[in-house]
């Protein structure tokens, strides 16, 4: 088998990640003073067991190249991190895995090692806010769609215009995409703000119909991460950020993201699945899709771009509860009115029963003017009637008094009971009416405000 530096190279597919082995790989063959197909036919000869050779020999000789690595490691850490050191170190050990030979460092081995760095800016929504508002329309969609799906920047740079949804659906919508370095499926969903911005950035890639990547370089390929990484920079710096000397980059979104979970309350158990990191399998069987888009729409509370205008959230309640007492105070004030028009026409029957205890006068005038023989009847009683009367005075006077008498007792009753409350009830009728048109007008002018506003509208 021919053993090949080359041929390792070959085998990784991201360009970062073959850049770093191959700037490792140089680094120990400088140190050690051999290529590495010559460390590689070495490493091979240590692993085979000589004829007569015990166990314990053939052991030590072939664990020579993980003490030789130790000692790299350890000429390293002279004049870099301890992170830097290990990552240096990745291109040999990974060379030999490649080829069946890896290696096993002893317990308590310092090349595994690593420290938290805090080079990189402690990303939060308020700083991408203001990225957003100082970026164009590419910027501003590589913001909306980092920030909601929280993946590593090769999986990123990746994403090609097929990968994407359907974007008519109703948001968040579901975006699954497998990731390169872990290999597990990251079940992540984009916001309306996002598919908003998506809808209109699409069709400007149709100039690069030939390229296939959501966010295309000027050639046939994906934008690179240096360039990613520098554009971000960019905004920080045009968006006056002060980054106490730290780094914008891509890997911020991915920590701010992880960061959100746990602030919003979803656990981080679902922000690593929503954003492609490896959970355990017992935890991947109860994170349905279901579930997970109810954990999305969780912690885009915390990481909503467009932030919603205070006015709005301070004032919208208030708004709807002056709406609801007055639609109380208008079924009251109708309740009312119905129960005045209810008494007012219980009076008007009233008023109607006593005028039908005239009818009869009224039908006896008629009765004598369409029958002159009973009129003439009825004068000629009329002439004895006066005569009596005029025969027997202090009977008249006595029933002329007694007539007078019940008359003012009549119209007095009309004057106390009837006229003033017909007049107070009309005007009081007329007062809730007018009432009613002006609550109903305030209470229209309240609803169209609040349907042209509503909440999280910016």
């Not at 991947?284 to 954990?295: Q, S």
Request: proline share 3%; charged share 30%.
């Amino acid at each position: 088998m021919n053993l090949s530096e080359q041929t390792f190279l070959d085998s990784v597919t991201n360009p970062k990640t073959k850049k770093c082995y191959k700037y490792g790989l140089n680094k120990f063959c400088q140190w050690y003073g051999k290529t590495a197909e010559e460390i590689l036919e070495l490493r091979k000869d240590d692993l085979t067991q000589r004829v007569g050779e015990n166990l314990i020999e053939y052991r030590n000789r072939a664990s020579r190249f993980e003490k030789e690595i130790e000692k790299f490691h350890a000429y390293l850490l002279t004049s870099k991190s301890i992170n830097t050191a290990r990552v240096q170190t990745l291109g040999i050990r990974q060379l030999f895995r490649y080829y069946e030979m890896p290696m096993r460092f002893r317990n308590g081995s310092k090349i595994a090692k690593t420290v938290k760095t805090t080079k990189n800016f402690p990303l939060t929504i308020e700083y991408v806010r203001k990225m957003f508002d100082v970026a164009n329309l590419r910027e501003r969609v590589i913001l909306s769609t980092a920030t909601d799906l929280g993946l590593r920047i090769g999986d990123f740079m990746n994403l090609k215009k097929t990968d994407l949804p359907s974007l008519d659906q109703e948001s968040p919508i579901s975006f699954e995409i497998m990731t390169e370095k872990e290999n597990v499926l990251a079940c992540g969903f984009l916001s309306q703000e996002t598919v908003d911005l998506l809808k209109i950035y699409l069709p400007t890639l149709d100039r690069k119909k030939d390229n296939p990547y959501l966010f295309p370089s000027n050639g046939n390929r994906s934008i690179s991460d240096e360039w990613l990484n520098r554009l971000l920079q960019n905004l920080a710096d045009k968006a006056k950020i002060n980054l106490n000397g730290k780094r914008v980059t891509f890997h911020c979104f991915r920590k701010m993201f992880l960061s959100a979970s746990i602030d919003s309350g979803i656990g981080l158990t679902a922000g690593k699945k929503l954003c492609g990191k490896t959970i355990a399998q017992s935890d991947d069987t109860y994170l349905t899709v279901v579930n997970l888009k109810a954990k999305f729409n969780q912690i885009k509370k915390f990481l909503t771009i467009k932030e919603q205008p205070k006015i709005e959230t301070e004032q919208i309640e208030p708004l709807k509860k002056a709406i609801t007492k007055l639609q109380s105070d208008l079924t009251e004030q109708k309740l009312i009115t119905t129960v005045i028009s209810e008494a007012q026409n219980n009076r008007i029957k009233e008023i109607e029963k006593k005028m039908f205890s005239l009818q009869p006068n009224v039908e006896w005038e008629k009765y004598l003017s369409e029958h002159p023989d009973e009129f003439e009847r009825f004068e000629k009683q009329h002439e004895e009637r006066l005569k009596w009367e005029k025969e027997h005075p202090e009977a008249v006077k006595k029933q002329t008094e007694q007539i007078d008498k019940k008359f003012a007792e009549y119209q007095k009753w009309l004057q106390q009971h009837l006229e003033p409350k017909e007049q107070e009830d009309k005007n009081y009728v007329e007062h809730l009416e007018d009432r009613i048109v002006e609550l109903e007008k305030t209470l229209q002018d309240l609803t169209d405000f609040v349907k042209k506003k509503p909440i999280g509208q910016t």
